[in-house]
């Protein structure tokens, strides 16, 4: 059976309790009975167990004549390992903690990234999940539940309200409103009628329709958008580990060096075999990579924690690195930039009368900006009067009796033989240009006044973007709206570039075309249809109030639903990456000061490095990577004063 990283790694740990207590022990002069042998169980295991994947790495690079991460793993557990053996026999100093603890340290940055992408690989499962289960399909003359993988093209579906629409196709018959947030992103229902499309997964809203199907299976957007998000996934090269780098040429030259230090000992100084090995030992002892193992995940594990408390989550290693070169922020428009609600912005006329009209008739209506007006008029404190005669006009809005007098609340198609102002009319121009929806309120074939209704940016949008724009940084919006509406919305919280109307399975290639003309792009989604683009942006940032499906495929997640976040997101991103940097310079600069000691080039001064003097050392650089860890709980980040708790 093979085990998992994370099995592997608390096997290690388990198994290395014995000689954590042993080193806690020594500043107190106790002795763990049968202390020896017992590390040489433990630790044999463990090298069986847990460390023989790097071995077998090591191996395989060696052959193509390269070295690695493992390589140097391998190297610094199987020396410490065998030369513990030999000390052991030989009644001398053993480190077998060495060989255990590279190895529990290493397996634990291999941990944390196996549970990342375990939990990024449950995004496709979650995205196919969204699918209905089955359809009314007409068969023999009457509509009967089959299940979906029944369905063809060209069957007639039928959906009642509440229901999912099952696959993708083409209305029929009928009148009603669909909820396609969860695969467009955009929050307000979309009125559908006969000829119109429906795209499978969306819910139906108040009306009964029968559409014929156009699409099934993995012709449907649905699946597109699970192919993309797969591709977008697998196609994303690897990031080279710097530690990788550092290993390909810092164990060979190791290697050399120890190989060197006990042939000049052996052959031309005279010294014993002995001697000569210990000089050699403690070579390899010193350039161990325990800190090199320690440097990465400290630093994720610290700077992770203090994002956390900021609210933002950072999924893995390579995200930090990618944010380092970010030069460009997109951002989706609805419910990232914007709050992904309706509401009233404005209202012309006698804002008291003119509300108190409106809530009346749309207590009764089922439009999707009926519930704008009416939290609008309770946020307010009026209540609605009581109406009769309601009466729903199809397209243009509804009607009813209010006080004995005819009042309408609806459309501009509302407008024939009715009595309107040139004030008024003035005032809808404006209010249109603004990218605003206008609802005309009318009493007795007069309109009496204006409300118009918006989906408003946030209150944090316009600062978070003043302030990667201070960073030098390209800001762009990237949406399926209009023209018009992403405009004014850009204009207003100061966006440098719009993309506008743009297809939900088309996100993803507008990402990669910026990236093909160099650009180090960072997304910024909440919805179903950003996952393909938050998965092929080089790093993918997801509102936390957003989709399973758009927080999985992103490698950054915001927990508030503030776009503040994505500033304080890049900024302890990069100071996290850069410690990790600082740490690997620390993790080395032991090594490379003490092996020239370790190989006995100052012997003749009568200043050596025994192994165990290499190990403490050794041990002295780990406990540097973990200080500088450490002080990126002090590192200033821009706005954290301004951060809440986050959501639990």
């Given at each position: 059976m093979k085990l998992s990283n994370i099995q592997r790694f608390w096997i290690s740990f388990v198994l290395a309790i014995p000689m954590l207590i042993q080193m806690l022990a020594m500043p107190f002069h106790w002795m763990m009975p049968g202390y020896n042998w017992i590390a040489l169980i433990t630790t044999t295991i463990i090298m069986a167990i847990s460390a023989l994947p790097y071995w077998k790495s090591a191996i395989a690079?060696?052959?193509?004549?390269?070295?690695?991460m493992n390589t140097l793993v391998a190297t610094g557990t199987a020396v410490a390992y065998f030369y513990?053996?030999?000390?052991?026999?030989?009644?001398?100093?053993?480190?077998?903690?060495?060989?255990?603890?590279?190895?529990?340290?290493?397996?634990?940055?291999?941990?944390?990234?196996?549970?990342?992408?375990?939990?990024?690989?449950?995004?496709l499962g979650k995205l196919m999940g969204l699918q209905a289960k089955d359809a009314e399909v007409l068969r023999d003359g009457k509509f009967v539940k089959v299940p979906l993988d029944q369905v063809q093209v060209g069957d007639l579906i039928h959906v009642k309200p509440g229901e999912k629409v099952p696959v993708d196709g083409k209305i029929l018959e009928g009148i009603t409103s669909l909820d396609e947030s969860m695969v467009t992103g955009e929050s307000i229902p979309v009125m559908k009628k006969a000829g119109d499309t429906v795209i499978g997964s969306t819910i139906n809203g108040n009306g009964t329709i029968t559409f014929k199907a156009t699409k099934v299976g993995t012709d449907t957007m649905l699946a597109q958008i699970v192919d993309l998000v797969k591709k977008a996934q697998t196609s994303h090269a690897p990031i080279q580990n710097l530690t990788d780098k550092i290993s390909n040429i810092f164990v060979p030259v190791v290697m050399i060096v120890a190989i060197i230090t006990f042939v000049v000992w052996y052959s031309f100084i005279g010294a014993t075999f002995v001697q000569a090995l210990l000089f050699a030992v403690s070579v390899i002892v010193i350039a161990c990579p325990c800190a090199l193992g320690l440097a990465t995940p400290t630093a994720l594990m610290?700077?992770?924690?203090?994002?956390?408390?900021?609210?933002?989550?950072?999924?893995?290693?390579?995200?930090?690195?990618?944010?380092?070169?970010?030069?460009?922020?997109?951002?989706?428009?609805?419910?990232?930039?914007?709050?992904?609600?309706?509401?009233?912005?404005?209202?012309?006329?006698?804002?008291?009368?003119?509300?108190?009209?409106?809530?009346?008739?749309?207590?009764?209506?089922?439009?999707?900006?009926?519930?704008?007006?009416?939290?609008?008029?309770?946020?307010?404190?009026?209540?609605?009067v009581k109406v009769d005669q309601f009466e729903a006009i199809e397209g243009k809005g509804v009607r009813a009796n209010y006080n004995n007098q005819i009042a309408f609340v609806g459309s501009n198609r509302l407008l024939v033989d009715v009595n309107i102002s040139q004030e008024m009319i003035t005032r809808a121009k404006q209010l249109q240009k603004e990218a605003k929806t206008v609802v005309y309120v009318g009493l007795d074939k007069k309109i009496i006044g204006l409300v118009a209704i918006q989906d408003v940016p946030k209150t944090s949008s316009k600062e978070a973007i003043t302030e990667l724009k201070n960073r030098g940084l390209m800001t762009v919006m990237l949406t399926g709206d209009n023209e018009r509406v992403a405009h004014a919305i850009a204009d207003e919280v100061g966006i440098d570039k719009v993309i506008a109307e743009v297809m939900p399975n088309d996100k993803a290639q507008q990402i990669k075309k910026l990236q093909d003309k160099g650009r180090k792009v960072a997304f910024v989604g909440d919805g179903i249809n950003d996952a393909p683009a938050l998965s092929t942006a080089d790093v993918g940032i997801a509102m936390g109030s957003g989709t399973d499906i758009a927080i999985d495929s992103g490698g950054i997640v915001l927990v508030q639903n503030d776009l503040r976040g994505v500033v304080r997101a890049l900024d302890i991103s990069k100071k996290t990456f850069n410690r990790i940097k600082l740490n690997l310079f620390w993790a080395l600069i032991y090594n490379v000061v003490g092996i020239p000691i370790a190989a006995g080039l100052f012997a003749f001064v009568g200043f050596t490095l025994s192994p165990e003097l290499a190990g403490l050392a050794m041990a002295f650089s780990s406990v540097s990577v973990v200080s500088s860890s450490l002080l990126l709980n002090n590192a200033k980040i821009a706005g954290e004063d301004t951060v809440q708790e986050p959501i639990k």
């Open positions: 690079a060696f052959k193509k004549h390269s070295a690695n513990s053996i030999f000390a052991m026999m030989t009644g001398r100093a053993v480190y077998f903690e060495s060989a255990a603890f590279v190895t529990v340290f290493v397996l634990l940055g291999d941990a944390m990234e196996e549970k990342m992408h375990n939990n990024a690989s449950s995004a610290v700077g992770t924690a203090r994002s956390a408390k900021m609210g933002v989550l950072i999924k893995n290693g390579e995200v930090l690195q990618e944010v380092s070169d970010i030069d460009t922020v997109v951002f989706d428009k609805t419910g990232t930039i914007t709050v992904g609600k309706p509401v009233v912005t404005d209202i012309v006329g006698d804002p008291t009368r003119v509300l108190t009209i409106a809530a009346s008739l749309e207590e009764s209506s089922e439009h999707p900006l009926a519930a704008a007006i009416l939290d609008e008029a309770q946020a307010k404190e009026i209540s609605p």
